[in-house]
């Protein structure tokens, strides 16, 4: 079984319903949720790092569920909230104190939401047009890769690189000055 497949599993109904404010749905997906997390944890993290990775993942679940935009993306998102809580637990046991953030997000988070939404409409127009399409489709249109491969007729692989390598092109132009 691959990490998070529990949350792959999760009824979409439950997902929709803890982002909903639902608090039985969000003590049911929280208790789907953990084994797979900690699993994932167990893989990636150091061993005295675990059980903090699967606290601060489900904490954030807790916390910020209610602003998960799509419930396809459920699993992906907390798969990027578990790998981040290694991360950051990592450095901390590194430099003994948590990597302070990048100076660039620094400044993308003190921005009006008008300029971001302006910029991110250009850094999304800048983008080649298979990166474009592939984008639009996720992101805006909020389909799921499934749904993208039909649409492209790609492979799964081709479609979630171009995704990745576009968000990454988009990064990039947000944070350069």
Not at 19 to 41: E, F, K, N, T
Request: aromatic share 4%; net charge positive; proline share 3%.
């Amino acid at each position: 079984m691959t990490a998070l497949a529990g949350a792959r599993r999760c009824d979409p109904l439950l997902i929709e319903a803890a982002r909903s404010g639902d608090a039985d749905a969000l003590v049911a997906l929280i208790a789907i949720a953990q084994p797979d997390i900690r699993r994932y944890a167990a893989r990636n993290c150091r061993a005295a790092d675990i059980d903090d990775a699967v606290q601060e993942t489900l904490l954030l679940l807790y916390r910020r569920v209610g602003t998960l935009r799509a419930v396809t993306s459920f699993s992906a998102w907390l798969f990027a909230v578990a790998r981040r809580a290694c991360l950051r637990l990592l450095r901390r046991a590194a430099g003994g104190a948590e990597a302070p953030a990048d100076d660039a997000e620094a400044r993308l988070a003190h921005r009006a939401p008008e300029d971001i939404r302006i910029d991110l409409s250009r850094a999304i127009q800048s983008l080649p047009d298979h990166y474009r399409e592939v984008i639009l489709l996720r992101d805006i249109e909020e389909l799921s890769i499934d749904d993208i491969v039909g649409v492209l007729g790609l492979t799964r692989e081709s479609v979630k690189a171009r995704i990745h390598r576009a968000r990454i092109m988009i990064r990039e132009y947000l944070i350069r000055d």
